[in-house]
């Protein structure tokens, strides 16, 4: 759904497909600096997701799904922004 989503605003003017790692840059609004925000939700839920799934798995609760969906889920936001990157962003 995010590479639809971004082939959608790709057409827009108003959109700044530069610096994608820039973090001293601004990333909202998400319309406006699409990919510095989702890189930024990307990482979030890698360390977030990471973070939750050593937890329970050093404590042993039985939870490691939790952690690890929302790493996952990072995970699938990583690539989407580098294949996107690569595909339509580097031929601009």
Do not use: C, Q
Request: hydrophobic letters at 50%; glycine letters at 8%.
């Amino acid at each position: 759904m995010l590479f639809g989503w971004l082939a959608l605003t790709r057409f827009r003017k108003d959109v700044d497909w530069s610096e994608a790692y820039a973090w001293k840059e601004p990333f909202l609004p998400m319309s406006k600096y699409p990919l510095r925000f989702w890189t930024l939700v990307s990482y979030s839920l890698l360390v977030g997701g990471g973070a939750a799934l050593l937890k329970d798995a050093i404590s042993r609760n039985g939870y490691e799904a939790f952690g690890g969906t929302f790493f996952v889920l990072g995970v699938a936001i990583a690539i989407v922004l580098r294949i996107w990157m690569k595909k339509v962003v580097k031929k601009r």
